[in-house]
């Protein structure tokens, strides 16, 4: 069994905390410690789920009962955090994005090839059941070719201060289309991006990926009141498609619609075959307990994660070329 530490009990990282905490009382890890610089956040988080609380994280580094931990403080510290656990024995689960900058990912995978420990990264849509439920479906032919896919994250909020929507945002996307595709890179990523509160923060990001012809758009913003909480991701085939709100975990949405071809006299046309909608129930399950869980199976059987952290340094990498793509106003191909 697992002892587990948290680094980092902000708005994200009181979920890891929350989840770890349900883990523990149901008997899947032995013990959560917390830590976070800030010791009131800390104390009443520990307060709440009677849990030890730190500050300091090296006293978690030093720890014989924590076996691994979550890092859920801000993006530019991951990386010195990720490699002191790593190199004192730790195994790592770290939140997306993995980095700020490609070169540091690329040093944190080799420091968990050199030491043998598990780098998972918190890339949680992989982790979603109907995401799961989709990828499956896609892989047995169900959809049959695929011709378009999309992707909305919008919402209205107070922009980070930290990153703009492509690292906080565009990383998911970047990833899944990747994942949904097959594909370790899209061919090319073009992209544009609109600054509107802050110079070098931006709030609004179109993202183009090129597969092989097939297009995936993904629209991130934190700028818009017009939808609500909006996250949503369609996949259209030449068979089917297939429509996910990522914020429903048990639904996937399916549009029994196609578009054929007939031949008339050697003439084609295409017209539209529409066999209705459904919506395939799944058992709900929690994104983020899955993949907490998912990471604690990768620790305890040394197994790869479905997001390691190659996995990680790709959706860095396609973060930079977007906004180096927004940039210059050119595609960047891979
Ligand atoms: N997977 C997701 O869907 C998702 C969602 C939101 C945020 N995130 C990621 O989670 C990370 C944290 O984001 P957030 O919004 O929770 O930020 P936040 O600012 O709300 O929280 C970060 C916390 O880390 C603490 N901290 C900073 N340095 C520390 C250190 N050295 N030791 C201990 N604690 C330290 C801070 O005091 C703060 O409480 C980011 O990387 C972000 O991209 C992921």
């Not at 610089?37 to 030890?52: Q, S």
């Not at 609109?194 to 993202?207: N, V």
């Not at 939808?227 to 429509?243: I, P």
Request: one cysteine or more; glycine letters at 8%; proline letters at 4%.
């Amino acid at each position: 069994m697992t002892g587990i530490g948290v680094i980092g009990t902000g708005y994200w990282g009181k979920n890891h905390v929350r989840t770890y905490s349900e883990l523990a009382n149901e008997g899947t890890i032995d013990d959560v410690k917390i830590c976070d610089i800030n010791e009131k956040r800390a104390r009443e988080l520990g307060n709440a789920f009677n849990i030890d609380h730190l500050t300091d994280y090296k006293k978690l580094i030093h720890d014989p009962k924590i076996d691994a931990v979550s890092i859920v403080t801000p993006s530019l510290t991951h990386y010195q955090l990720a490699k002191e656990f790593m190199e004192a024995g730790k195994d790592v689960l770290v939140e997306k994005p993995m980095t700020m900058d490609s070169g540091e990912a690329e040093k944190l995978v080799q420091i968990s090839r050199d030491t043998g420990q598990i780098l998972m990264v918190g890339h949680i849509f992989r982790h979603h059941p109907a995401v799961k439920e989709l990828k499956h479906r896609i892989e047995i032919g169900e959809f049959g070719t695929i011709r378009l896919i999309s992707s909305n994250r919008l919402s209205f909020g107070a922009p980070r201060k930290d990153m703009g929507v492509v690292y906080a945002l565009g990383i998911h996307e970047v990833d899944m289309f990747c994942y949904l595709m097959d594909r370790e890179y899209p061919d090319s990523i073009l992209a544009t991006v609109g600054y509107s509160m802050q110079p070098d923060i931006e709030d609004t990001a179109m993202i183009t990926m090129d597969f092989a012809g097939t297009k995936g758009y993904a629209f991130e913003s934190w700028l818009m009141p017009a939808y609500g909480k909006q996250r949503d991701l369609v996949v259209v085939g030449s068979e089917k498609t297939a429509k996910i709100d990522y914020l429903k975990p048990q639904e996937l949405q399916i549009l029994d619609i196609r578009i054929a071809e007939e031949d008339f006299d050697g003439n084609t046309s295409f017209l539209v075959e529409n066999e209705g909608s459904y919506i395939v129930p799944i058992p709900y399950a929690e994104p983020l307990k899955e993949e907490l869980r998912h990471f604690i199976h990768c620790v305890e059987n040394r197994t790869i994660p479905i997001s390691d952290g190659t996995i990680g340094l790709r959706a860095v990498r396609m973060a930079e070329a977007t906004l180096e793509s927004a940039r210059n106003w050119s595609a960047v191909m891979f």
